[in-house]
């Protein structure tokens, strides 16, 4: 079966740090682009960045440049997403979801992962 | 960064209706690059249409997708039960960053 699973629920207080991931399976993980989306009622849900695994060439949103860290691990078919210094407005869900085109263009999101609801309060 | 406005933010209809969304980007689109998303409560967004026009796997032919340039319309010629959700259009235009609408809830009537 063509996945991605999420790691689970995280409780963080301010000025933690978290890593959160996404492993693929049932397709060849290295050749998708994979990429992060945060979702909150307030903002909906924002682009945050995309890594190809295969050379781990990394876009971000300039929303979130030098905010969260994107990085894959393709032996183990994993892509991760860091943030240092939580706030308590990273409370959100974050996706993530694989691109369905190619290296190139086409950067829909044909695959998602079921979410990691994330919590930050003191 | 382009911004996409969905209309209406709320739809009412009944099962059976006809439901369209409209998606209008404060600037052009390059190369169609616009999708459609599903979101039920829940759960996580599911592609229903790419390219502007083109079906994911596995959605019904209900769901049509037109548009080009800022306006792009997403259509679901009759509603049936499982329908009733968030939508979101979503532009991957060429340069990054790529943005998403603010969603439009279709509701039972």
């Known amino acids: 079966e063509v996945q991605l699973v999420q790691s689970g629920p995280e409780v963080k207080k301010p000025g933690e740090s978290l890593k959160i991931s996404c492993t693929g399976s049932g397709y060849n993980f290295a050749t998708y682009w994979i990429g992060w989306v945060r979702q909150t009622p307030e903002r909906g849900l924002e682009w945050m960045g995309i890594i190809y695994p295969d050379d781990s060439h990394t876009i971000y949103s300039p929303s979130f440049q030098g905010q969260v860290t994107i990085s894959v691990d393709k032996s183990i078919t994993t892509a991760y997403l860091q943030r240092t210094s939580l706030k308590a407005s990273d409370t959100a869900t974050y996706y993530c979801?694989?691109?369905?085109?190619?290296?190139?263009?086409?950067?829909?999101?044909?695959?998602w992962g079921d979410g990691t609801t994330v919590t930050v309060s003191s | 960064e382009i911004v996409l406005t969905q209309s209406p933010g709320t739809l009412s209809l009944s099962p059976g209706e006809r439901a369209t969304f409209s998606c209008r980007a404060s600037q052009s689109v390059s190369g169609r690059y616009l999708a459609w998303y599903q979101q039920k409560p829940g759960q996580a967004p599911r592609l229903l249409i790419y390219g502007a026009s083109n079906r994911a796997t596995g959605i019904p032919d209900r769901f049509s997708g037109s548009g080009s340039g800022t306006d792009f319309t997403l259509t679901i010629s009759r509603l049936e039960p499982e329908d009733f959700a968030v939508y979101y259009c979503h532009q991957y235009g060429t340069s990054p960053p790529w943005t998403f609408g603010q969603g439009t809830k279709v509701e039972v009537k």
């Open positions: 979801a694989r691109v369905g085109g190619s290296y190139y263009s086409d950067y829909y999101m044909d695959l």
